[in-house]
């Protein structure tokens, strides 16, 4: 079926392909003619923007000239024709000759020529504003006649000092004399002021009005431009709205497909154009998706049947946490059924029977690499102990989701850890055997020797003293050749339920003197209640010592050493710390080898045959750097 309609999907793009195109081809596209519509609007309110900003700036122009230019003007033609007048009557009172009358109108003269200047000023200022804005022509008849008055006030100086120098000799003839004759002068000084002023005032009115006149063909020219701008963006509106009227159809059959409806359908396009082509095109893809779907279920059938059929352990969790795929091996190999589908994983008891998923899970997440944890212990439902081998990589399938892949590695472990222990039992018995033959019975007969020797020779001198150290070396060979027995012949635990705490401190209080001896700092501590352990006193005492003095053995300055207990992963864990040079990560991988020893005159029996008793109380010890220097040693011992 799914070929079938493979083969009709790819007959109906051919037939489609065969279409001739040159009608289509011809027309412009659906965004050309919106972008064309909408470029005709912005075009519209452009215009409008335009020619508001023109005939602002031709206004701002006038009115700026009016402000800036002409009323300043003018006020100061308003008052220097009202101080010109004042002037002149205070040369009719200066007639009487007194000396309060001629102080103020040598002070008024004075002012004169800053008047002058003040004028001058503001009609430049008036000049540069006109010329920009077009209305030169309005100032010439105003800069006329300040000429005028300043050539009258040139004329009038002469006729001044003779007044000043008439009004000083007392002679009111000369003086009315020239009072008389500068009446012509002054009075066209103020006739210019006026006419000026009057000239100013008139074209400021002037200005006004055009200005107003103005403001109303601005208003009606952008109503006019607003009108049309509308206008054009409504019918741009109606015509982008008509082009995609199909859209509305498109977008339901869109959505139904998306709800996983794939049925054959049909979007019927109002006309030829991208709209239509894409409806044609979007069907196509539908039934090539219904194909593509049915392939996929077959696959999902067979992926499930492959899953189901692993022995491995299959668990995908989702983002969010919660468990979305548990495959039935997942219920023997992590006691994790089908019912835990849906639920979130913190809230089965997974996490707390593997602990260090949860962590492998969380950095799986956040690296996006994935996670291979090689022998993790499992707590099963029933309690017991289990070591699992577990894949924690990311899944394509959602965001944030982790894939977990767990395979049982017990029976392998102890089948393994069995064939070792034999192997190295029969060589350690080949090995005790040996020595006890080539060894131990040689020393014996040296020693018994040695000793008759020593009843021979004088007690003292050289002989003695040699003597004194072959007795030693054999005491020292006798003492490794029992230590190779002992790894031989160590007995199997005698198990009882006890506080390893208490053990542990009897312990310390047998070395404690020994520490001080030999200058240790030994630091203890011990948190919270420890759970019972079953344990051989004897051997695991043993054990222990040989770690103290191992860690004594391994610091040559300052020594120290911690020693702490607490719950841990349902036993009990001892750490026994130093601060010692440490030991390289080569040598820690071999630590616990047969033979293997960092120090001159080790036998390299010791820390095997601590391995040896932790295995036997069903334990595990582990060796590691400090991140402070020196070295950690770490018992596990199961609760009981």
């Not at 899953?307 to 006691?335: D, F, H, Q, W, Y």
């Not at 007995?491 to 006890?498: G, I, M, N």
């Not at 582990?622 to 950690?632: L, S, V, Y």
Request: proline share 4%.
């Amino acid at each position: 079926m799914a070929e079938a309609a493979t083969d009709a999907t790819d007959d109906g793009a051919d037939e489609r392909a065969a279409r001739p195109r040159s009608r289509r081809a011809k027309r412009l596209s659906i965004p050309t003619r919106i972008f064309v519509a909408f470029a005709l609007v912005i075009a519209a309110f452009a215009a409008v923007a335009i020619t508001s900003v023109v005939q602002h700036a031709r206004t701002a122009e006038l009115l700026r000239l009016l402000n800036d230019g002409y009323l300043p003007l003018a006020l100061r033609l308003g008052l220097a024709k009202a101080h010109q007048e004042g002037y002149w009557r205070q040369v009719e009172r200066s007639a009487d000759s007194s000396p309060q009358a001629v102080r103020l109108l040598s002070a008024a003269r004075q002012l004169r020529p800053s008047t002058q200047r003040q004028l001058d000023h503001y009609l430049e200022r008036a000049e540069r504003l006109a010329a920009t804005s077009g209305d030169a022509l309005s100032l010439p008849p105003v800069r006329a006649a300040l000429e005028s008055v300043r050539s009258n006030l040139e004329e009038t100086d002469d006729e001044y000092d003779t007044l000043f120098a008439a009004l000083e000799a007392g002679d009111d003839a000369a003086a009315s004399q020239a009072i008389e004759s500068l009446r012509r002068q002054e009075l066209a000084i103020g006739r210019a002021y006026l006419d000026a002023y009057n000239h100013i005032q008139d074209r400021t009115e002037a200005i006004g009005a055009l200005a107003a006149e103005r403001e109303r063909q601005a208003a009606i020219t952008l109503g006019l431009l607003v009108v049309m701008a509308l206008l054009v963006g409504v019918i741009a509106t109606f015509w982008s709205q008509r082009l995609l009227s199909p859209l509305p159809a498109l977008q339901s059959r869109v959505a139904a497909v998306a709800e996983g409806d794939l049925s054959p359908g049909s979007v019927e396009p109002r006309r030829d154009d991208e709209l239509g082509r894409l409806a044609e095109d979007f069907e196509a893809m539908v039934g090539a998706l219904a194909a593509r779907d049915e392939r996929l279920r077959e696959l999902r059938r067979m992926q499930a049947q492959i899953v189901e059929s692993l022995r491995a352990a299959i668990v995908v969790v989702s983002g969010g946490g919660e468990v979305r795929t548990v495959n039935p091996s997942a219920s023997a190999v992590l006691g994790l059924t089908a019912d835990a589908a849906g639920q979130p994983l913190s809230e089965t008891d997974l996490p707390e029977r593997l602990p260090v998923l949860a962590e492998a899970v969380a950095d799986v997440r956040e690296t996006s690499q994935p996670m291979v944890l090689h022998e993790a212990r499992l707590l099963n439902a029933e309690g017991k102990e289990r070591f699992v081998d577990v894949l924690v990589a990311p899944f394509a399938a959602e965001a944030g989701s982790v894939l977990v892949v767990a395979d049982d590695v017990t029976d392998a472990l102890h089948t393994k850890a069995r064939l070792i222990q034999t192997e190295r039992l029969a060589a350690i018995g080949r090995m005790a055997a040996h020595v006890t033959h080539e060894v131990r019975n040689p020393l014996s007969s040296i020693g018994l020797n040695v000793e008759m020797l020593g009843d021979e020779v004088a007690e003292d001198g050289e002989a003695r003293a040699l003597l004194e150290a072959i007795q030693k070396e054999i005491d020292r060979l006798g003492g490794l050749t029992d230590e190779y027995l002992r790894l031989a012949r160590l007995p199997a635990p005698a198990l009882e339920v006890d506080d390893v705490g208490d053990a542990l401190a009897s312990v310390l209080s047998f070395v404690r003197r020994e520490m001080d001896a030999a200058g240790v700092e030994l630091e203890v501590s011990r948190e919270g209640p420890l759970p019972p352990v079953a344990f051989d006193e004897a051997q695991l005492r043993q054990a222990l010592l040989n770690l103290l003095r191992n860690a004594r053995e391994a610091q040559a300055r300052d020594p120290w050493i911690r020693v702490a207990s607490r719950p841990d992963a349902d036993g009990v864990r001892i750490d026994i710390e130093d601060r010692g040079e440490g030991i390289d990560e080569e040598g820690r991988a071999r630590i616990f080898d047969l033979f293997f020893t960092t120090k001159e005159r080790g036998s390299g029996l010791g820390l095997p045959l601590t391995q040896q008793i932790v295995a036997a109380h069903g334990g595990r010890i582990e060796c590691e750097a400090r991140d402070e220097g020196g070295t950690r040693f770490s018992i596990w011992l199961p609760a009981a």
